[in-house]
């Protein structure tokens, strides 16, 4: 059964307004209405994702976070979360794909920031229309061991902020499924220079499958 990322009270007032219609015989608000729903229940859909980690193999290894499209990477970057010569990746979440959010990485919550403000069109480069790394969007900081991983989320003007479901202090595996973007929007992925990058501009991108760098040794 497909699955979605849609709240329970939400379906549980659609439900509640369908039966609501048909007992009094609003029949063509009724099919709009479902329709409405099926549409929504679709784009917020939920991927059965069965991702088996073996520890050994994807030691030093960083998976996408969402699904979606390379716009920019850039490196020697500081960021006054995530640290100084960082490697910048922007991802671009289409608001036709699954909109999951997935840990790149086994790690530990360190920080979250949520400074909703900042919204622009996801196909725009970060840097060229908030004038800055360090706009108002939700930030998450990931320790690794010490080593600090970053993840920033900005709105699409056509979209909404993302759900975060983890708070500081949380612990999860690589590749687990911590919240959804609705609509998409702009995901910017922040690794330590150390990181050899194996993807470029304009790739395709699946998160929790596609390998978007490695620690040298571990190649």
């Known amino acids: 059964m497909l699955k979605s990322y849609l709240p329970a009270k939400f ?12 007992v009094f015989g609003f029949y063509k608000i009724l099919i709009i209405l479902v329709i409405a729903y099926a549409l929504l229940y679709i784009v917020l859909r939920k991927s059965r994702n069965d991702f088996r980690d073996d520890p050994v193999s994807t030691k030093g290894v960083i998976f996408s976070p969402a699904n979606g499209k390379i716009i920019h990477i850039e490196h020697n970057v500081s960021h006054g979360l995530y640290g100084d010569q960082l ?8 608001w036709w794909k699954e909109m999951g959010i997935f840990l790149p990485l086994s790690c530990e919550i360190r920080h979250l920031l949520v400074l909703k403000g900042q919204s622009f069109f996801r196909s725009y480069k970060a840097i060229e229309v908030i004038g800055t790394k360090e706009g108002k969007g939700v930030s998450l900081a990931l320790d690794n061991r ?18 975060i479901m983890v708070m500081p202090g949380d612990r999860g595996g690589r590749r687990v499924n911590i919240g959804y973007f609705p609509f998409g929007g702009t995901v910017m992925l922040y690794l330590p220079k150390k990181y050899e990058i194996l993807v470029k501009t304009n790739d ?10 490695v620690v040298p040794d571990n190649t």
Not at 88 to 93: G, N, S
Not at 158 to 163: K, T, Y
């Open 204 to 213: 395709e991108v699946n998160a929790g499958e596609t390998i978007f760098a």
């Open 11 to 22: 379906n549980t007032l659609a439900t509640f307004l369908f039966l609501l219609f048909w």
């Open 146 to 163: 010490g080593e600090c991983i970053g993840l920033t989320f900005f709105k699409c003007k056509l979209g909404l902020w993302p759900e």
């Open 87 to 94: 490697i910048e990746i922007q991802i671009m979440v289409p």
